[in-house]
């Protein structure tokens, strides 16, 4: 009956619509199943509240977008309520700091842990008992914890954490080409050693925990290595337990509160470790004994400013008053930059390219840029921001374009993120890179075979 009242090419085109249709329902079907899958199934699941569920996620974005190209500067655009917003989320709201510690005793002198008095013994034991794990990965090739670390809180700035994440990137490319171990730290081990001092606990943790590590490096968050290539001379060390950067004449002639740097130094696994820092700790407690100890080291060292102690000006101290006890193992280095202050490095990056190689480690080509009075964690610093930020990505590039030439890059500038080629390869040659400074295979990361 159909054919005779609207005919068959009608019929067809009928037909034709309807199983449009059905295609049409089954690919909507798809889509609602796939985006349930995505961004959930509502509360309940229903169709309902799938379909408000849909509609406020893409409305959502677009709702932000339309505030934040509101060009008037209305009240709606100051105020992101948008729970997707990371730029509007209070990160204080998830930084739940617990209850503080029960307050110690003031008048009780402070330890960092129980007294050890037979490390060496105990280590020469464990040694020998693990013969896989020895203290030296090849002759005249201790074995190096690189330790460095930061707060457990974000900085105090935008951008902070960004140059921290520069800062760690650059030690793990330094520890990696010369066959360190590395230990980022991030727990405040001691409450009562904050700031400066907290290193000090976490040293002692470190070298009892590793009785196969030979020499702990610690290293600030605020120091980079700009000498890849520059390995450290081992052999000169061999009867020293700490290596600072540093001069004799001003540590004990002077007492200068300067003489030497702890922001990058090492210290051996020795009993003499253990001793030193016991000796050192007692200053450190926050408060009252903190703050009378700064007033004997602002009277005892040279140029010292007033402010409450610090681990280094108690190192010189310790070192000057009892040189007796510990000057003979002690290295003051400055034949090259195992601390290079920043102020006169950075400004001299491209006079050093244009002249001289890395490998030096000294004025030449430091091997460590430490941008000392910086603090890009917190809210000021000692120097212009700016200037601070500017010339830490001039010092990571910097480093960073000894590792980016291992694979063919450069960056396009020192002030720049962005790199360029610098060869062109091809895929007979794959295996014949062009590893201008050596560091994809250098031969202090060789393995030591065993002769037959």
């Known amino acids: 009956m159909l054919n005779r009242i609207l005919g068959p090419r009608r019929i067809a085109l009928i037909q034709r619509a309807i199983q ?120 005249g090739k201790p074995r190096v914890l690189l330790v460095t670390g930061s707060s457990p809180k974000p900085c105090e700035n935008p951008v902070g954490d960004h140059y921290l994440l520069k800062s760690i990137k650059n030690k793990i490319d330094y520890c990696r080409i010369h066959g360190i171990e590395i230990f980022y730290n991030l727990a405040l081990l001691d409450a009562e050693m904050a700031g400066f001092w907290a290193k000090l606990p976490l040293i002692r943790k470190l070298l009892l925990s590793h009785p196969e590590v030979e020499f702990l490096w610690w290293m600030d968050s605020d120091a980079m290595f700009t000498d890849m290539v520059f390995e450290l001379p081992w052999d000169r060390y061999k009867d020293s337990n700490l290596v600072m950067h540093g001069w004799n004449e001003m540590v004990y002639d002077q007492k200068n509160w300067i003489g030497l740097n702890t922001g990058s130094f090492l210290l051996r696994n020795k009993q003499w470790a253990l001793d030193l820092l016991d000796v050192l700790a007692p200053m450190g407690p926050k408060g009252k004994i903190r703050e009378e100890a700064g007033k004997l080291l602002t009277r005892e060292l040279k140029d010292r400013p007033v402010f409450e102690a610090d681990d280094q000006s108690a190192m010189v101290y310790i070192l000057a008053t009892q040189r007796d006890k510990w000057g003979d193992k002690v290295y003051l280095e400055n034949a090259y930059y195992l601390h290079g202050y920043w102020g006169i490095l950075v400004d001299r990056y491209e006079e050093m390219i244009e002249n001289y190689h890395p490998g030096f480690g000294d004025h030449r080509w430091p091997l460590v840029t430490h941008f000392v009075g910086c603090k890009p964690c917190g809210k000021f610093g000692d120097y212009s921001v700016e200037r601070c930020f500017r010339q830490m990505d001039r010092a990571f590039n910097f480093g960073d374009n000894q590792v980016l030439q291992m694979y063919g890059f450069t960056h396009k500038s020192l002030a720049s993120r962005q790199v360029k080629k610098i060869r062109n390869e091809t895929s007979d040659d794959s295996l014949e890179v062009k590893d201008d400074l050596g560091l994809l295979h250098p031969e202090y990361k060789a393995a030591v075979t065993a002769s037959s």
């Open 20 to 139: 449009n249709g059905k295609i049409t329902i089954l690919c909507l079907f798809l889509t609602v199943v796939v985006l349930r899958g995505m961004i959930g199934a509502g509360h309940f699941g229903t169709p309902e509240q799938d379909l408000e569920l849909l509609q406020t996620h893409f409305s959502n974005n677009r709702r932000v977008l339309e505030e934040k190209n509101d060009g008037d500067g209305g009240e709606a655009a100051g105020k992101d309520t948008n729970p997707n917003s990371y730029e509007a989320f209070d990160i204080k709201k998830i930084l739940v700091d617990d209850e503080p510690e029960d307050a110690k005793d003031p008048n009780k002198p402070y330890s960092l842990g129980p007294k050890i008095s037979d490390w060496d013994e105990q280590r020469e034991k464990w040694l020998k008992e693990n013969p896989q794990f020895s203290n030296f990965v090849r002759p």
